[in-house]
């Protein structure tokens, strides 16, 4: 019978405060490791300072030896472990020191000995010649990404204030300026929220349903799409009541492209992709009707489209039902990923999505991030998809091995992460 053991851990070392993620690698395959890694509740972080933590870790651990691995934001110096094995009746049975370099490309990780015999309930002492650096793994790229949350409580409500105070009503949409504030739409307001979190009013007025918010090339103006009152608004840069600006029922999301300056809407009555002329009426860019066609500006279909947004080389990236696809400057469609409803991985139609939401685009690397559920997904120009972060639903701050969201909705980019919309709360999610 395996004897239930308590592996306390004190690592120190490094002089100054700064955070570290901490998790233990059980063997098996990645996937494996992070289910253990939750069961366990093993995952531990926050600011560890002065680089001084005990983290008790208790679990059933066979005889044999078990890595300890550390994911350290720092890249330079030494940690230095203090590894002390207790059983839970007993009390202490061993214990060792080592002294690990951390290394530029992630993960250091220390080998140490777990029991002799599990049966017997033996163990061995440990001595510092026990404890060496284990061979180098591979760090998952979940541990990479860092999610917490802005502004909200999850609560539905109506206030401004700091982050943790604050609160939305009916919250959708989110987009970002050039100095990387946000602006979210909700149901009556458009609300502004700084990066420290402190969340106020942009703007008020005859909203019903604002569902998405855009930044607007012409005096700097913004763009609100209410999709209750099938209209567009314009709200001028200082904020303030919304002006009227395009009419066309059945609008649900609007916006800017950077290279013409002018707002592009969907339009659910007609299924297709609306901007406007010269002389502000609206014309259609792309779309032939109801459908999933690809093809020239005239032939193409759209079938339900939540979110679109222009790319810095004018490209239109669109999310349609279960599919993300491209939009050219002359309006032609392709499908670049996405096939039938669901959640695998893969390039082009092998890969499904359960329904997005949002989408955004980084475009230094020209990536695409869309809302997906409880998940986030990356989307390359090529059609390859990948889920960075997010299981299953619930709420959850921490790395991207451990992080829940709940109902994810519009999306923005700006300076190495993401800002989602999730259940009346904006989380922040910082990329690698």
């Not at 120190?12 to 253990?36: F, H, M, P, Y």
């Not at 600011?47 to 651990?61: E, L, M, T, W, Y």
């Not at 009746?89 to 290394?103: F, W």
């Not at 000995?113 to 002492?125: F, M, R, V, W």
Request: hydrophobic share 40%; net charge negative; glycine share 12%.
């Amino acid at each position: 019978m395996r004897r239930a053991l308590l592996l306390c851990v004190l690592v120190a070392g490094c002089s100054s405060a700064t955070a570290v993620n901490l998790t233990i690698q059980l063997g098996g395959d990645v996937a494996a490791r992070q289910s253990e890694l939750a069961t366990l509740g093993l995952h531990v972080d926050g600011d560890i300072a002065p680089f001084d933590r005990n983290v008790d870790v208790h679990g059933k651990f066979g005889s044999g030896r078990e890595t300890l691995q550390y994911l350290p934001k720092v890249k330079s110096g030494t940690l230095d472990f203090t590894v002390t094995l207790s059983d839970e009746a007993a009390g202490p049975i061993g214990r060792g020191m080592a002294s690990i370099p951390l290394k530029a490309n992630g993960a250091v990780a220390l080998t140490i000995p777990i029991g002799s015999d599990g049966s017997d309930g033996g163990a061995e002492d440990l001595a510092a010649a026990d404890l060496s650096p284990a061979p180098d793994v591979a760090m998952p790229a979940c541990a990479g990404i860092q999610v917490s949350t802005l502004a909200g409580t999850g609560a539905a409500g109506y206030m401004d204030g700091a982050g943790n105070v604050a609160q939305f009503q009916m919250l959708e949409g989110i987009t970002v300026d050039a100095s990387g504030t946000l602006y979210a739409a909700e149901a009556t307001h458009v609300r502004k929220i700084l990066a420290d979190g402190t969340v106020s009013t942009f703007s008020s007025g005859t909203y019903i349903q604002a569902r998405r918010v855009s930044r607007a090339n012409i005096a700097a103006e913004w763009h609100v799409a209410d999709s209750a009152n099938d209209q567009v608004y314009r709200v001028p840069s200082t904020g303030g009541a919304p002006l009227m600006d395009l009419v066309q029922g059945g609008v649900i999301t609007v916006t800017d492209n950077p290279g013409d300056g002018k707002s592009y809407i969907w339009d659910t009555q007609t299924c297709k992709i609306q901007t406007t002329n010269a002389s502000n009426m609206l014309i259609t860019y792309s779309g032939a009707g109801c459908g999933l066609m690809d093809g020239a500006a005239g032939t193409a279909q759209f079938v339900s489209v939540p979110d679109l947004i222009f790319d810095s080389a004018g490209i239109l990236w669109v999310a349609d039902q279960y599919r993300i696809r491209r939009v050219a400057g002359d309006g032609s469609v392709t499908t670049i990923a996405g096939s039938t409803q669901g959640s695998t991985d893969g390039t082009g139609t092998a890969a499904q999505f359960q329904g997005p939401l949002g989408i955004t685009v980084d475009n230094a690397t020209h990536n695409l991030y869309v809302t997906d559920g409880t998940t986030i997904r990356m989307v390359t120009p090529a059609g390859a998809v990948t889920t960075i972060v997010g299981t299953s639903s619930g709420f959850v701050d921490g790395t991207g091995c451990v992080a829940k969201f709940g109902a994810l909705k519009g999306v923005a980019y700006f300076a190495g992460a993401l800002y989602a919309v999730d259940v009346e709360r904006v989380r922040k999610i910082v990329l690698p």
